[in-house]
């Protein structure tokens, strides 16, 4: 098979256009965060994975942002209010998860700008988004940063204390993906839709399925 290889000590961009290329399709984690005055901030991550089951621990990457060097307002809010919430995208508001994605100044509010509804969550002072099936209340457990120049990523870990799920995705107590939509993203303005799954039977059959 041929090869193309190339060293990862170069630009920024080449590792990156690799990377989003590689590891797909890419979950999406939309991260609603307080601003310091109050008002509401949202933006999707999709360098974001599980962790641990219990606790229950999600981490996702905001990276510096490459246009200015700065970090983002996500990481900003998360540092000071030490609290965030997770909502996950379905096909259905697709358009209005990418609006959320707007570099706006600091403190102005993404709901607005997408259209989606901020709902109280139960025990944190962030907002859930109500157009998303579920949702993550999150508190801010620890992070690690890989430097502070464009591009640098850093990963920002969360203990879920309370979730929330549409209770139409369920059948016998689990989510079903064909009812859930999910969507992934791919690279590029590649987005990834969950419409054709296939089975394969687990093969350790000691293992315990709960
Ligand atoms: C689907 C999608 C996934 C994204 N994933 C990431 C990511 O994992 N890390 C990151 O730093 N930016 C990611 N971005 C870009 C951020 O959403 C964008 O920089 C946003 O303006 C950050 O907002 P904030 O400054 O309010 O935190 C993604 C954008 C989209 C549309």
Redesign the pocket.
Known sequence: MDMTTFDTNGEFASNYKFLIGSILPRP?AV?STRNEDGSN????????TAVSAKPMIIA????I?SSTGEM????KNIFREKEFVVNFVSEEIVDQ??T?????PYGQD?FQLAGLTPIDSEKIKAKRIKESKIHFECIYRDHLSYGDEPGC?QIITGEVIKVHISSELLDSGRIVTQTYKPVG?GAGND?ILCDHVIQKERLMGAQIQK
């Open positions: 999406i991260v901030n949202v933006a999707p991550f999709s360098f974001f996702f990457s905001p990276l942002r983002k307002d996500t990481p998860i990418n959320t994605s707007a570099e706006l993404e990523g993203r987005w």
